[in-house]
Structure formats: structure tokens, C-alpha cells
């Protein structure tokens, strides 16, 4: 990260920015849509002797930075949620992709070329998150862990979760002490590089344009 501009979407408390500028970042930007949490990430900040500039958006909606990042940080709310409520940094929305699918694209354009993207995926929302992730960059999986819960840890979406599995919208596994877990994934992703042929493209004859 040294020398590299960084932005965290959905900073919550800072912890991320703040190791960020910690380990050389030129320069650290850190954006949420709840004005609490822009709080905790400036006194997070100021605690350990960084900078973060940190601005209120919905993603990158009213997002007032120009500038194309080198890297780009997101742990975002994905668990489906339908006819409750739920908090803020957890509720994706009824498929758990309300954030995830505008997120994927928007950062894809607004990294530079070689720019990187790394991001938390679990294995609860619909599976189009992952497979826009495959689609729109080159992905490598870093790391991954189970996370383990039971009926009352998840109570208020259990049972929409248990529905969605029977669909195969969704994926956890049955534990032999009747608990349950689902997959994390964190991953790195750089834009794919989109190639298609203009003028004459049905003979061969004109090279690929790369955009």
C-alpha cells in the first residue's frame, strides 16, 4: 500500500483506512452513509496519528473525491433481508446484493486500470454477486474461514435464509450439533480488460481495441 491512494467504502469504524495510512498510503479516503460511523473513523484516525479524509456517501453516490484510486476497500452489508428489521451495516436487502451488484460495477470504472479491488463475500446473498465479481474483474481468492451461527444468532431472517437454500439461492452447511455455517471469502480483483473488434471485425483483419 505504500506510496498508493486508497479508498474504504463503508468504513464503519475506520479500522481499515486507519491500517491503510498506517502501512504508507499516499493518501486514504474513507466514505459511509451513516454519519456515526464517519465520526468513529476520524477519531479512529486521529487516535493512531493518521490521516483519512472521510466524506458522507451512498457508495460512491455524492462521493466528492475526482481522482482514480489505486485500491479500493469494501466489507459491505449482504445478508438478505425481507419483512424485518435489521441493522444498517448487515442488511443487503431481500436477495443481500442491494449494495453489492452497484458496488461492483461503480468500482470497476472508477479504479484506475491496474488498480485493486479487495473485497468480503460470504456465501449468503444470491449467487449473481459472485459471478458479476468474476465477470467484471480478475479475481484471486486470498483467504477464507466458515462462520459458524445457529437458529437464534440469525433469528429474524433463519427461516427466509432456510428458503433461499431449498432454492439454491443461498449456501450454508448443517452441523453435526445442529449449528450451522457459511463460507467468507475475501478477495483481490483488477478490472478485466474488455476487448471486442471494430470495422471489418467479421474478417479477421482488424486488431482488438482494449478498453
Not at 32 to 37: E, G, H, K, Q, R
Not at 78 to 90: D, F, I
Not at 102 to 113: D, K, N, Q, S, T
Not at 162 to 189: N, T
Request: net charge positive; with cysteine.
Amino acid at each position: 500500500l505504500r506510496g498508493r491512494e486508497v479508498w474504504e467504502v463503508g468504513c464503519g469504524s475506520g479500522l481499515l483506512s486507519t491500517l491503510c495510512a498506517r502501512a504508507g498510503a499516499s493518501a486514504v479516503r474513507a466514505a459511509d452513509v451513516c454519519p456515526t460511523a464517519l465520526e468513529c473513523t476520524r477519531r479512529t484516525a486521529i487516535l493512531n496519528g493518521v490521516e483519512v479524509d472521510v466524506a458522507e456517501t451512498d457508495l460512491f453516490y455524492g462521493c466528492p473525491w475526482i481522482s482514480r484510486p489505486d485500491v479500493i476497500l469494501a466489507d459491505l452489508p449482504q445478508k438478505p433481508v425481507v419483512g424485518t428489521r435489521y441493522p444498517l451495516n448487515e442488511d443487503g436487502g431481500p436477495q443481500g446484493i442491494s449494495l453489492l451488484l452497484p458496488f461492483i460495477e461503480e468500482a470497476a470504472r472508477r479504479l484506475r486500470p491496474d488498480g485493486s479491488l479487495y473485497f468480503f463475500l460470504h456465501s449468503l446473498p444470491h449467487p449473481e454477486a459472485v459471478l458479476r465479481l468474476h465477470r467484471r474483474y480478475r479475481v484471486r481468492l486470498l483467504s477464507w474461514m466458515w462462520q459458524i451461527f445457529n437458529r437464534q444468532t440469525l433469528r429474524e431472517i433463519h427461516g427466509y435464509l432456510v428458503s433461499r437454500r431449498l432454492r439454491r439461492l443461498c449456501y450454508f452447511v448443517d452441523l453435526p450439533d445442529g449449528r450451522f455455517a457459511f463460507p467468507c471469502m475475501i478477495f483481490s480483483a483488477t478490472p478485466a480488460v474488455v476487448r471486442f473488434l471494430v470495422g471489418g471485425a467479421s474478417n479477421g483483419k482488424s486488431p482488438p481495441l482494449t478498453l
